[in-house]
């Protein structure tokens, strides 16, 4: 008597590195005899951005995304599956492993979570076609979001282009649905001729410099991976009470107590938007609600906001004019952006931000925000070059969030204040009175007091002489100092408030739910 026919599904995984809210593995493990989950490193994804040619991943992106699959890897195994690794683009290892399955368990389906950005849409198209050619099904899910798109009561073209139009009727008539537990056990997988695959080292993905020792100065010292991310989770909301007072710290620079720091896991997948609210709402029932718990679901839906934006405009929101086609005469002057990139703009607040970013990979809101605007409203170089270097600096670079947000800070995007621009010298002093963060990240100022740290070319010359500082040598000289920081000079060496100005944090947005991998951008 003939054997029956065992199903084999390949559960394709890109940016949803996990086992707990999982749609796509918890249909794999229902629907097939064997699954091979599968993971490639995309040699795509290591080349260089789009019109810059930076990085597009970065050492830091790459270390934390290795750390990430190797936990998925030990988790799948102690499932009793595996996690097959490759080193090329996916739908060739994916023809690959159909190849090699054998007659009693042929692959029947191809199940991943759908994307909505060029290159990803590119890579699911080409595997559909080969799919249908081959006769396998493919199945596609949606898992990105705090709320469904099948959910939301908006079609494609009918996303608000405001934020506020958006969150408002998703949270009035959208329920978040119900978190999809972890199986108990994983269908193993099937008698594959050929390898596991190794995961790779940083110099087999290309990264050259692959000095990335954590920081002792740090925000984020944290690794890779499912079980770092709900450890995080855990520690943020029950250890700590931290989501408590959200609100109040969010704008903070220093420390990792100061934000959730979710951003680097929600982006990779290692951590669902909806585990993060199931949490807190959980929280607020037995412990606390109140603003800050509430605000970090206001900034899920701010992920989620940029994710569909970029459903709605697609390519748009990589093309130099944004999703609202407004022509701006962008510079391209490289000896400027290299001096924002490297943080020796003579500006304390902006480097202090860059040399943070250039050591650790990570960077506040508050710092994004303002090194953003700085680059386009006071530099008037190409919001591009800030974007694909975001890109490929960033831990938690997630393409919709970055571009949505790079869209935002030129002028061009979901930002309905006209010529929105941050004063460097009043940020610095509003969020770093005292010159602690500037301190920490430009040392050769360290010998000068108070806020005057923001303004050192305002320092009279003996005062800069008894701290050992000489301007254009010490540290350059600004360059470009906007008319409207003249103002705040008399405020040089006053110690000024950490809280900052209700007016400046009132909707202000996006606070660390920013960035996600992608490439080949407009």
Not at 56 to 72: A, N, P, Q
Not at 119 to 131: A, P, R
């Amino acid at each position: 008597m003939a054997k029956a026919m065992k199903r084999t599904v390949i559960y394709f995984l890109r940016n949803d590195l996990r086992t707990h809210d999982n749609e796509c593995l918890h249909w794999a493990n229902r629907n097939a005899d064997h699954i091979i989950p599968l993971y490639c490193f995309d040699p795509n994804h290591f080349k260089g951005t789009y019109k810059f040619g930076f990085p597009k991943t970065g050492k830091y992106r790459s270390k934390f995304l290795i750390e990430c699959v190797k936990d998925l890897k030990a988790t799948f195994q102690k499932l009793g599956s595996n996690l097959i690794i490759r080193q090329e683009d996916p739908v060739s290892a994916i023809k690959e492993l159909v190849d090699l399955c054998s007659k009693e368990a042929p692959v029947t389906s191809v199940v991943y979570q759908k994307e909505v950005t060029r290159e990803e849409i590119d890579v699911e198209s080409q595997l559909g076609t080969m799919c249908k050619k081959m006769g396998i099904e493919v199945k596609p899910f949606w898992g990105s979001t705090l709320f469904h798109i099948e959910d939301i009561p908006f079609s494609c073209h009918e996303i608000p282009d405001t934020y506020t139009t958006f969150r408002k009727k998703v949270e009035n008539v959208t329920t978040v649905r119900h978190i999809i537990p972890v199986p108990d056990g994983l269908k193993p997988l099937p008698p594959v001729k050929g390898n596991l695959g190794e995961i790779p080292h940083l110099s087999d993905l290309g990264v050259k410099d692959e000095n990335v020792e954590i920081d002792s100065r740090s925000a984020f010292p944290y690794s890779g991976g499912e079980t770092t991310a709900l450890e995080r989770l855990n520690n943020y909301l029950w250890e700590t009470d931290a989501v408590a007072t959200y609100k109040k710290t969010r704008n903070g620079l220093i420390g990792q107590a100061y934000s959730t720091k979710f951003s680097p896991w929600l982006s990779s997948g290692s951590l669902s938007p909806r585990k993060i609210y199931n949490d807190i709402k959980l929280y607020e029932s037995t412990k606390t609600a109140n603003d800050s718990t509430y605000w970090v679901i206001f900034e899920l839906i701010w992920r989620d906001y940029f994710k569909f934006v970029c459903w709605k405009y697609g390519d748009r929101v990589f093309y130099p004019s944004g999703i609202m086609g407004r022509q701006v005469q962008w510079k391209k002057d490289m000896d400027l952006f290299n001096k924002w990139s490297q943080g020796s703009t003579g500006v304390p607040f902006v480097d202090a931000n860059m040399r943070e970013l250039l050591e650790t990979g990570w960077m506040s809101n508050r710092g994004r925000q303002n090194v953003a605007s700085f680059l386009v409203k006071d530099l008037g170089l190409d919001w591009r070059l800030g974007a694909e270097w975001f890109e490929s600096m960033l831990l938690d670079h997630d393409v919709c969030s970055n571009y949505g947000n790079w869209n935002y800070a030129a002028g061009i995007g979901n930002d309905p204040r006209e010529n929105r621009k941050f004063n460097m010298i009043k940020q610095g002093m509003d969020y770093d009175g005292n010159g602690d963060f500037v301190r920490l990240w430009v040392p050769e100022l360290s010998n000068i007091n108070d806020s005057s740290i923001h303004m050192p070319w305002t320092v009279p010359i003996t005062d800069l002489k008894q701290a050992n500082f000489e301007l254009g040598k010490t540290y350059p000289r600004p360059v470009v100092v906007a008319p409207e920081w003249g103002k705040h000079k008399h405020k040089a060496g006053q110690k000024q408030s950490q809280g900052g100005d209700p007016k400046t944090q009132r909707n202000q947005r996006g606070i660390d739910f920013y960035f996600k991998s992608g490439s080949n951008r407009k």
